[in-house]
């Protein structure tokens, strides 16, 4: 198929500048390529060359499909970095290659009955890579989007995954949680019946009340009452004649904060579903 | 285009034996994975649909409105089934290829001037073919888009 195919590739190895050029005037004011109209003109004729220079590459090569990767991985890059939609890119390839036969067919280079021969192989040539690149750029463009989102969400799933515990996360979670709410106990028996003072020790309470939130969601807000809770009954049981406005408050903001926390979990955890979507 | 009608009723008329040999291929072609594990039964009626609903379209002067609705709906079904967009554009790739095959197969362009005919249905058959792959490559962003966007919200 290469050698009908040849009197294609040699055309655009030489004019690859001329149907670039105008590929770019099609691409970057076509309805269905918006994104490409913003850009400068010689970045996308630039674009443009490398994919036409593609085609010697390829035909040159014992496996094409390989081949073809080493520019559409680089056009998904580079369409990804521009912030250009997959829909774009891919439309803007659909133009390059018609852009391609436009140019071939204005030169005139298959006109004899038997170019009309070579000009079905190459047809058939052009699709054939085409299809590859399409497959390549929008796999490339997914597994971009899955690098993205992996980033931004990455330390959070590291918090809330129980795999960052090993095998018997939950159960680690929970004895870590049973000794956080023991010295919380501790804690506040102590300052309170001892000390006689309900000082800033309430504080080291947000330790447990937010990572229950993390890692069991709403779940987690049964820490934060517990622990509200319990420094209203240790007031009640210890602190008598001392008034309760300042630990009410502090027992309200337990639960407020466990509460936000979870919350915002949620739209985690909704995430991270769709990362899991995203991965297939 | 009246050249490609010839193609248009084999597609029509042979979509289930067409349908058959495309969900043969798709179901063990390395790209496309996500139809190994799937019953080739389960596959077919998806494929004579699109067939179907392609030949009706495929001698429309304006056929990528109606391409973008019955492409809506397909995309819709691939990204619910969780088919990742890179292996559900090349099962479209292989749904034309089979068309192709199975005209060879028929032999239904000998002569010279069916020659020039299967020239025009290939031409044809492209451009629907990149209406359909933009189409679905849209939907399926536009899902992505809107699945992240309830997420948020939710």
């Not at chain 1, 690859?16 to 004011?29: G, Y």
Request: glycine content about 4%.
């Amino acid at each position: 198929m290469q050698s009908y195919a040849a009197k294609l590739f040699d055309l655009i190895d030489l004019k690859a500048e001329n149907i670039a050029a105008q590929w770019a005037a099609d691409v970057m004011k076509h309805a269905r390529t918006p994104s490409y109209g913003s850009l400068p003109k010689e970045t996308v004729i630039e674009l443009g060359i490398k994919f036409y220079r593609l085609f010697r590459q390829m035909s040159l090569s014992d496996v094409p499909y390989e081949a073809a990767k080493s520019f559409s991985w680089k056009y998904a890059e580079e369409c990804y970095r521009k912030k250009i939609p997959l829909q774009e890119a891919f439309y803007a390839l659909i133009l390059m290659r018609r852009n391609l036969w436009l140019y071939a067919d204005f030169q005139g280079t298959f006109v004899t009955v038997l170019e009309q021969y070579q000009a079905v192989e190459s047809l058939n040539w052009t699709i054939l890579m085409f299809d590859y690149v399409s497959y390549q750029l929008t796999e490339k463009y997914h597994e971009l989007i899955k690098i993205d989102v992996d980033k931004q969400i990455g330390s959070i799933k590291t918090l809330i995954k129980d795999s960052t515990f090993g095998d018997q996360g939950h159960a680690y979670k929970t004895a870590i949680m049973i000794i956080l709410l023991l010295g919380a106990c501790i804690l506040t028996y102590y300052h309170h019946s001892e000390l006689a003072t309900g000082t800033i020790f309430t504080h080291l309470f947000y330790i447990p009340i937010i990572l229950s939130s993390l890692w069991w969601g709403k779940k987690g807000i049964f820490v934060a009452i517990f622990l509200g809770v319990l420094i209203l009954v240790s007031h009640a049981l210890f602190l008598k004649g001392t008034p309760f406005t300042d630990d009410i408050v502090r027992a309200v903001m337990f639960v407020v904060i466990g509460g936000v926390v979870s919350w915002l979990m949620g739209g985690v955890k909704k995430l991270e579903d769709l990362y899991l979507t995203l991965k297939g | 285009m009246l050249s490609s009608l010839k193609l248009l009723d084999l597609m029509a008329n042979s979509a289930e034996s067409i349908a058959r040999q495309w969900a043969k291929d798709v179901g063990r072609n390395p790209k496309t994975p996500y139809y190994h594990t799937i019953d080739q039964d389960d596959i077919i009626p998806q494929a004579v649909e699109f067939y179907q609903k392609l030949s009706r379209v495929y001698t429309d002067k304006d056929p990528f409105t109606a391409i973008q609705r019955f492409m809506g709906k397909f995309a819709e079904e691939r990204f619910q089934e969780g088919v990742p967009l890179h292996q559900a554009l090349y099962a479209i790739v292989l749904m034309r290829r089979h068309i192709w095959l199975y005209a060879e197969f028929q032999a239904i362009f000998i002569t010279i001037v069916e020659q020039q005919q299967a020239m025009d249905s290939l031409t044809r058959t492209i451009l629907m073919f990149d209406y359909i792959a933009y189409a679905l490559t849209e939907k399926y962003e536009a899902l992505l888009k809107c699945n992240y966007k309830n997420n948020k919200r939710g």
